[in-house]
Nanobody, 117 residues
Framework: QVQLVESGGGLVQAGGSLRLVCAAS????????MGWYRQAPGKQRELVAD???????NYADSVKGRFTISRDNAKNTVYLQMNSLKPEDTAVYYC???????????WGQGTQVTVSS
């Protein structure tokens, strides 16, 4: 079954950390650039970080220096380490292929991240 499964979200105070995990089917993950997206209430989904199969990374300016994306190609898994969290990081976080126009058509359920001030 082709799927994306995100986990690791939660409620954290500003300044805290969380580590998100995404398990992907091989057909989605293999040899593809993978990304973490987020969608806050009333806002469009945005790409916050992505990583190539070789490990090259890109970050949105809003998370640069605070978030770190990584991947384990043997496990078809992508991670997002989030440090120094801010209330504006509150959103549902999703993983998928990147950029968005290459995303697999069926998104996972996402994982909720809530940062309290």
């Amino acid at each position: 079954q082709v799927q994306l499964v995100e986990s690791g979200g939660g409620l954290v105070q500003a300044g805290g950390s969380l580590r998100l995990v995404c398990a992907a089917s091989a057909s989605i993950f293999s040899f593809n650039r993978m990304g973490w997206y987020r969608q806050a209430p009333g806002k469009q989904r945005e790409l916050v970080a992505d990583i190539t199969s070789g490990g090259s990374t890109n970050y949105a300016d809003s998370v640069k220096g605070r978030f770190t994306i990584s991947r384990d190609n043997a496990k078809n898994t992508v991670y997002l380490q989030m440090n120094s969290l801010k209330p504006e990081d509150t959103a549902v976080y999703y993983c998928n292929r990147a950029p968005a126009f290459l995303a697999y058509r069926v998104w996972g359920q996402g994982t909720q991240v809530t940062v309290s001030s």
